[in-house]
């Protein structure tokens, strides 16, 4: 038999061991699903359950000792299904956890409410005056030398203007309602008092513009013999000045932990 002939034998044999060995690898890989499938129904009765429901080992694993479901495993009953036998043994071929595509319905996962924008500080002090009522031509004088000047709804306001952007740092109205100043008629205009107030959002000249105001309200009440008072019109001590700069403090941390989050 000469060396042709012989590699030709060696050849197709190694064909057929080939053949055969594929064969048998489909037959047990077939011997083996049917094995686990059966694994998955625990008894008879579970082919009856409604809705296609299949009692698996994975439920039981997930229900309290007790025998009272979870918040999060009855809303997992509600919305979804268990897997059936055959996706369960795809999903343990590849890897990938069929629980991990499932929504999670518990406490943890309720939407965060936005937490609202915090009020602006409203601070405010008084002039009063002494004896007799503030004359409105000595009114524009003062004010003016002490930076204030007439603007929107009829009342003084302290500017501040950078970059082509004015800011109004604090205000000055009049103490009697509604608050406004008749600028075309100053010269026969009085009033007992006056009341500067600003409204601070947090920024870090904040403590700049209460100082500023109260300052402004010394000015003012020494140029025209009256008093400086506080909110409930009692005379502006220095406590009740350290008690104003904490408030700013306290609410220029309120502001930033809004934008924190």
């Not at 996962?109 to 007799?132: F, N």
């Not at 082509?164 to 309602?177: C, E, G």
């Not at 959002?201 to 403590?207: A, H, V, W, Y």
Request: proline residues 6%; hydrophobic residues 35%.
């Amino acid at each position: 038999m000469d060396a042709s002939t012989i590699r030709l034998i060696l050849i197709v044999v190694g064909a057929l061991l080939i053949l055969l060995l594929y064969l048998w690898e489909r037959y047990r890989e077939r011997q083996e699903e049917a094995y686990d499938e059966g694994d998955f129904i625990e008894d008879d009765e579970d082919l009856d359950a409604p809705y296609g429901v299949y009692s698996t080992r994975h439920d039981s694993e997930i229900v309290d000792d007790d025998d009272e479901p979870s918040y999060e495993t009855s809303q997992h009953s509600s919305w979804s299904e268990t897997p059936r036998p055959t996706e369960a043994r795809m999903d343990e071929d590849s890897g990938i956890d069929a629980s991990a595509d499932e929504p999670a319905f518990s406490e943890d996962s309720t939407p965060v409410k936005d937490t609202p924008t915090p009020e602006p500080l409203l601070l405010q002090v008084s002039v009063s005056a002494r004896r007799y009522p503030f004359k409105g031509t000595d009114l524009v004088e003062v004010a003016e030398r002490c930076g204030l000047y007439p603007g929107d709804m009829d009342i003084f306001h302290c500017l501040d203007e950078f970059d082509d952007h004015t800011r109004v740092y604090f205000s000055m109205a009049n103490m009697i309602k509604p608050g406004t100043f008749p600028f075309d008629a100053m010269e026969s205009f009085t009033t007992p008092g006056l009341m500067l107030f600003a409204q601070l959002e947090g920024d870090p000249e904040d403590m700049t513009i209460l100082d500023e105001m109260v300052a402004t309200a010394r000015k003012l009440a020494l140029a025209l013999n009256g008093d400086v008072l506080d909110e409930t019109r009692r005379p502006l001590t220095v406590k009740k000045e350290e008690e104003m700069r904490q408030a700013v403090l306290d609410n220029e941390m309120r502001w930033a932990k809004a934008l924190m989050r």
